[in-house]
């Protein structure tokens, strides 16, 4: 029995002998050109690259960040993504780990590991935002305590008004105390590092976090009708969470007032 010859245009058999198809009167191939386009439809790129735009418009010298287009990049940072590509290539390029982030070294020189808390915070970090507020509560509480005691405030209350200027200074007198320049000086320290070290570092962990989440949402199969909408959920900012980070920092100093309160009065 003769093989029939599919026709690939509309799938109807066709006897050996037909060159054309019986029905619509397409070409009909032989065997080798059949395997010849299924080798050709393999080696198409994968779904996810086929729903980015073809134009890049951040440049053909580096199209991608660590396997990642920096299209879906873009989609995915949202808010200033211009700016972190441009890093973000720079880095690649370089091999360095290093890219200065001046709106988390401000932050932290004037709030410590807590600012840099901040700014994880609105840029979706929350493990490394929770990390940096649970550090910069136990130096505040630690630099607190170190600072001395504090029962030498409450005479400013506990002595008659023509007093006050002797009770103010007892407090100038407190606050020049061995333990309270330390304290002092500590918390400089802490700031000036947390300016530096966050501010070189944040950048290559926001990069490490960029790509980290978009491999995941890759991971899981997703319909890629919703890619570059999901990119954008999934990333981008989140402005309310920043008053997580200020919560905490209130909260932080309250308790540190608390703590040293009740060693001073055991």
Known sequence: MDEKRICTECGTENEQG??????????????????????????????????????????EAFDNIDGIKSEEIALFIGKKANRFLDKFQSMQASGSKLSFCWPVAVLSLLFGPFGAAFWFFYRKMYKKAFLF???????????????????????????PITDVNAALNDIIKAQSTWRYELATNINRIVH??????????????YKNFVVKKIKEYRSKNADPRYYRLALSV????NSGMVWVGILLLIATNVLADVISGFINVI
């Open 133 to 159: 507020s649970l550090i910069g509560a136990v130096i505040t509480i630690g630099i607190v305590i170190l600072e001395g005691d504090i029962g030498i405030y409450k005479n400013l209350f506990d002595k």
């Open 192 to 205: 000036l590092l947390s300016a530096i070290l966050l501010g070189m570092f944040s950048v290559n962990m």
């Open 234 to 237: 999934i990333g981008g900012t």
């Open 18 to 59: 037909f060159e054309y198809c019986k029905n619509c009167g397409a070409a009909l191939h032989g065997e080798e050109h059949l395997k010849s386009e299924i080798a050709s439809e393999q080696k198409k790129e994968p779904v996810y690259e086929n729903s980015m735009p073809e134009d890049n418009t951040f440049g």
